[in-house]
């Protein structure tokens, strides 16, 4: 009798340790997905929408505020280095405005407008995980003299067409996770109802990944993505 209750004692003692190292893998996997509940892309009113991920504001004076929105910058987490052009020089359409760094990762990101650079926020440059803190505040990049606003401005979505518009990117996004995303708890989090992809994405992304990346989401500038 007594050996079968040390038997008995014994066989819980397994069943109950492999419940908990269960539960613990779970709450691992579940917690990014915790995190990415709580992002609002928090919509500013007047901003226009680049399809590439660029939003522009527009001054009376009819200079364009130009930087990246929300969803870029949840891609990034923080930044280790930006490089922007230079005051006067002029851009077309679809030229590489800003390049982005995170440790060994790289991406460039094409001009939604055509026209001269009158400012650059310095400060972007200098202190590149402000650019991550406020993405339509201090995360601005340029000041903008547009050439050809009224064209230009014809692929920029704008108010509830723009969050309409979001909505199917982030989709896109887990998407274009789970497809390139080796790791296997983030692509859980891509299958998760209603889950929302981690900070930092760039992170789990080798170098064909990110020039997928790139190419699906920052360089096409045209209406149709």
Not at 84 to 105: I, Q, S
Not at 121 to 135: C, H, I, L, V, Y
Not at 171 to 180: S, V
Not at 181 to 203: F, H, K, M, R
Request: aromatic letters at 10%; glycine letters at 8%; proline letters at 5%.
């Amino acid at each position: 009798m007594v050996a079968i209750l040390v038997v008995l004692t014994f066989v819980l003692f397994i069943v109950i340790s492999s419940l908990l190292q269960k539960r613990q893998v779970v709450h691992e996997l579940e917690q990014p997905a915790v995190r990415g509940q709580t992002w609002d892309p928090n919509f500013p009113l007047g901003y226009f929408f680049s399809p590439n991920h660029l939003w522009a504001n527009l001054d009376r004076s009819g200079v364009l505020k130009v930087g990246a929105d929300a969803m870029l910058h949840r891609f990034f987490g923080k930044l280790d280095g930006i490089r922007l052009k230079k005051p006067g020089e002029y851009v077309h359409k679809g030229d590489m405005l800003a390049n982005l760094t995170k440790g060994d990762k790289e991406v460039f990101i094409a001009s939604p407008v055509s026209g001269v650079v009158q400012y650059v926020n310095s400060q972007a440059e200098k202190k590149p995980n402000a650019f991550t803190g406020d993405p339509y505040e201090t995360g601005w990049l340029y000041l903008i003299k547009p050439s050809r606003l009224a064209d230009d401005l014809k692929s920029f979505k704008l108010a509830d067409q723009a969050k309409s518009w979001m909505s199917g990117e982030m989709n896109r996004l887990k998407d274009f996770a789970q497809m390139n995303v080796p790791q296997p708890s983030l692509a859980y989090l891509t299958l998760a109802d209603g889950g929302l992809l981690i900070e930092g994405i760039v992170d789990y992304l080798d170098a064909k990944g990110l020039r997928e990346f790139e190419r699906q989401f920052l360089l096409n500038v045209s209406e149709e993505v």
